[in-house]
T-cell receptor
Framework: ETGVTQTPRHLVMGMTNKKSLKCEQH?????MYWYKQSAKKPLELMFV???????ENNSVPSRFSPECPNSSHLFLHLHTLQPEDSALYLC???????????????FGPGTRLTVT | AQSVTQLGSHVSVSEGALVLLRCNYS??????LFWYVQYPNQGLQLLLK??????LVKGINGFEAEFKKSETSFHLTKPSAHMSDAAEYFC?????????????FGTGTLLAVQP
């Protein structure tokens, strides 16, 4: 595997289900990100992890719960979602640093989530 | 706060014609700027980046962009469009000075290439 991988690629879930999205990066990076991409809306940053520490939570509802067990893996745990949460969820990674230096981000293919 | 504006949500060109996708930014500090491309059902792929070195930046697939501080612009160009260039293009600016390595994305421009 190379780059950033995401599983599953497609997910359909009911509003009462609990599911998780997985992201893995094979680039040796230390920063990871979750984005939400909805039709006709700008890309929304949800969470940022730098060296496994969460450094950004962009006012995301608590029904989305991120987990970063190590610098290579990032999860997004989902529960009691709403239909408006249907979107493409993108994971990205970049080099991490303290203090922060801007590096380009590399994206996975995304998980297309449909909430019914 | 940093922001990005992409003029034109849809652009259509003929194959072989010049591609020009516009991006203007707002930043209180020297920005880092990026162009990404997204093909259908895929994630975003980095085309090129500006990080305060040369103002004319060359990227992949024959694309380039020029940083113009006086115009606060970072427009993306390609001399001759190919059918495979049809995709959505996103301009992004770095949130320099923030506590995280955060990029602010524009709303995207969908490029159509006509035969």
């Amino acid at each position: 595997e190379t780059g950033v991988t995401q599983t599953p690629r497609h997910l359909v879930m009911g509003m009462t289900n609990k599911k998780s999205l997985k992201c893995e990066q094979h680039l040796g990076h230390n920063a990871m990100y979750w984005y939400k991409q909805s039709a006709k809306k700008p890309l929304e940053l949800m969470f940022v992890y730098n060296f496994k520490e969460q450094t950004e939570n962009n006012s995301v509802p608590s029904r989305f719960s991120p987990e970063c067990p190590n610098s290579s893996h990032l999860f997004l745990h989902l529960h009691t979602l709403q239909p408006e949460d249907s979107a493409l969820y993108l994971c990205a990674s970049s080099q991490g640093s303290w203090p922060v230096i801007v590096y380009e981000q590399y994206f996975g293919p995304g998980t297309r989530l449909t909430v019914t | 706060a940093q922001s990005v504006t992409q003029l034109g949500s849809h652009v259509s060109v003929s194959e072989g014609a010049l591609v020009l996708l516009r991006c203007n930014y707002s930043s209180s500090v020297p920005p880092y700027l990026f162009w990404y491309v997204q093909y259908p059902n895929q994630g975003l792929q980095l085309l090129l980046k500006y990080t305060s070195a040369a103002t004319l930046v060359k990227g992949i697939n024959g694309f380039e962009a020029e940083f113009k501080k006086s115009e606060t612009s970072f427009h993306l160009t390609k001399p001759s469009a190919h059918m495979s260039d049809a995709a959505e293009y996103f301009c992004a600016v770095s949130d320099n000075g923030g506590a995280t390595n955060k990029l602010i994305f524009g709303t995207g421009t969908l490029l159509a290439v006509q035969p």
